[in-house]
């Protein structure tokens, strides 16, 4: 019987390197390195006795000839390669020191993240990419199958233009039903920024049915936990959103399986609709932001001013009913 030789784990500082106008920088691969010709995040190997951080600020220097000033956590990913695996300890660098330059030959680009594409990237930079293209706010509301209700315009008007709106329906009718001439407008008008919730499986086999004309009209959709746990594939292709909501690390664990782009983990906070129901706080929320790849966005007794607090704890943003309700 042939064992299988367990792979090699390399940990790799990266940095998402921005500029004053919101632009990333990338680097083309040489022709002679794994995965050669595709474009990265600059950074390297951490070695043996250095931090992430020394690394990081290392690497950059060598490769580009800048020094690091200001840095943040964006995210830890896991990819399993067929010849290696790799840990990608991915920083924001959005202060930095000198000019940057192929110091190594190598081609650079700045791009603003809506131009980053997953294909001309290697597999384990795809959910950085997801994470740069993600906004800092999803609103949430709560909606039913005559939607869209009067307020929904008005409300709309508040968000910032980047800002992601999960239309939450605890029936779940409309997903599961055609929908009429008025709501498929709305929802084109929209839609580039609408997360619908999948319905609770239907029949024996479980089939989610959410409409092909609703599902065209967003820009993805969202599982609450109990949907989360009867999936067993992403219910959507690679250029929707997938969202799902989180309470733990067991639910978390399986969002990432099912290759989640993004979660709410709540309640971090007391929240208006749970009173005397405490929160995991923000200790507990750190611990399980960073049990992820996934975006994690923080959720429950929030409100605008939390977002550096919900950064700085992890999170990629923040969610919740009442952001933009005044």
């Known amino acids: 019987m042939t064992e299988t030789k367990p792979r090699k784990r390399v940990h790799?500082?990266?940095g998402v390197i921005r500029n004053h106008d919101g632009r990333i920088l990338v680097a083309r691969r040489s022709a002679g390195q794994h995965l050669g010709g595709l474009w990265?995040?600059?950074g390297g190997k951490v070695e043996a006795g250095e931090s992430v951080e020394q690394a990081l600020a290392r690497e950059l220097h060598e490769e580009l000839g800048i020094e690091v000033l200001a840095h943040s956590a964006l995210c830890c990913i896991q990819h399993d390669y067929s010849d290696k695996s790799v840990l990608l300890d991915v920083w924001i660098v959005d202060a930095f020191s000198g000019t940057a330059q192929g110091k190594e030959g190598q081609p650079l680009r700045w791009l603003f993240p809506h131009e980053l594409?997953?294909?001309?990237?290697?597999?384990?930079?795809?959910?950085?990419?997801?994470t740069l293209q993600l906004p800092d706010f999803i609103a949430l509301l709560d909606t039913n199958n005559e939607m869209p209700p009067a307020p929904l315009t008005e409300f709309l008007q508040k968000l910032p233009a980047s800002a992601l709106l999960?239309?939450?329906?605890?029936s779940a009718e409309f997903s599961g039903v055609t929908p009429s001439e008025s709501q498929l407008a709305f929802l084109t008008k929209y839609g580039q920024r609408l997360i619908i919730d999948m319905p609770a499986p239907h029949g024996s086999h479980g089939s989610h049915q959410v409409h092909p004309q609703l599902l065209s009209a967003v820009c993805g959709v969202h599982a609450n936990r109990h949907v989360l746990k009867t999936l067993r594939s992403r219910p959507v292709a690679d250029h929707q959103l997938f969202g799902a909501s989180c309470h733990n690390a067991e639910e978390l664990m399986l969002a990432q399986m099912l290759g989640a782009d993004y979660v709410l983990l709540s309640p971090v906070m007391e929240t208006a609709s749970h009173p005397g129901q405490s929160g995991m706080g923000w200790v507990t929320f750190m611990q399980l932001a960073k049990s992820t790849s996934t975006a994690v966005y923080a959720m429950g007794g929030l409100d605008l001013s939390d977002l550096p607090t919900a950064q700085h704890h992890g999170a990629r943003g923040i969610a919740g009913m009442r952001l933009f309700s005044t």
């Open 40 to 42: 990265e995040f600059p």
């Open 12 to 14: 790799v500082a990266v």
């Open 117 to 130: 594409k997953h294909t001309d990237f290697p597999q384990a930079n795809r959910a950085i990419i997801r």
């Open 166 to 170: 999960r239309l939450r329906n605890h």
